[in-house]
């Protein structure tokens, strides 16, 4: 995968795997995290949605996503929550009650 190479590379002594104390996802999360506190600030918010899609633009599956995500809420990065628009009186006219 794309991105995890990317991340992979910036600390060459780390061994990754079952028998390593070291979480790649949790690297990742430590490496991006700032990236993503811009990005909120330029978007005014960063949603789950957004985050599970910058991922997947670099490649990543949903385990390694899921991971970082969960690393991340620990570091203190809150994701926002995207609320649905009110419907206005035309839409809730248009819906049939069954």
């Known amino acids: 995968m794309k991105y995890l190479k990317k991340y992979g590379s910036f600390n060459e002594s780390t061994k990754y795997g079952p028998n390593n104390t070291t979480d790649i996802s949790e690297d990742i999360a430590e490496n991006i ?45 809150d994701f926002d929550v995207e609320t649905e628009e009110p419907l206005t009186d035309e839409e809730i006219s248009q819906i049939e009650v069954k």
């Open 33 to 77: 995290i700032d990236k993503l506190v811009q990005v909120r600030k330029e978007k005014g918010k960063f949603t789950v949605e957004d985050f599970i899609e910058y991922m997947k633009e670099r490649g990543s599956d949903d385990k390694t996503t899921d991971s970082v995500m969960h690393y991340l809420v620990n570091k203190g990065f």
